[in-house]
Nanobody, 124 residues
Framework: VQLVESGGGSVQAGGSLRLACVVS????????LGWFRQVPGKEREGVAA????????DYADSVKGRFTISQDNAKNTLYLQMNSLKPEDTAMYYC???????????????????WGQGTQVTVS
């Protein structure tokens, strides 16, 4: 399974960005897909996650109402629409995937087996 993120960049507070993650190499089975972020010196934080073919969606409290996770199955792409960005959203953002036996703990990084290389988001 390979994941390639794009869409990061620098934006002023209050602005928007849309991250994309192309997921390839996974069989057409139920997968958990998530977005995580990490700031140097801090633990990786689950931001938003979902399950392929519909189902559960979960968001960190810090992004509820501002971020939206979605997927385009035809393009094998996971998105993270980020609105009303704040300086504290500055981080490296990663997408992650794993075979999904259950939809519990979607925002826990230990649940995921495959990770992208990350894309930097900077909000000033």
């Amino acid at each position: 399974v390979q994941l390639v993120e794009s869409g990061g960049g620098s934006v002023q507070a209050g602005g928007s960005l849309r991250l994309a993650c192309v997921v390839s190499g996974h069989p057409r089975s139920r997968y958990c897909l998530g977005w995580f972020r990490q700031v140097p010196g801090k633990e990786r934080e689950g931001v938003a996650a979902t399950v392929t073919a519909g189902g559960s969606i979960d968001y960190a409290d810090s992004v509820k109402g501002r971020f939206t996770i979605s997927q385009d199955n035809a393009k094998n792409t996971l998105y993270l629409q980020m609105n009303s960005l704040k300086p504290e959203d500055t981080a490296m953002y990663y997408c992650a995937a794993a075979p999904c036996a259950s939809s519990g703990f979607l925002l826990r990084d230990w649940k995921y087996d495959y990770w992208g290389q990350g894309t930097q988001v900077t909000v000033s």
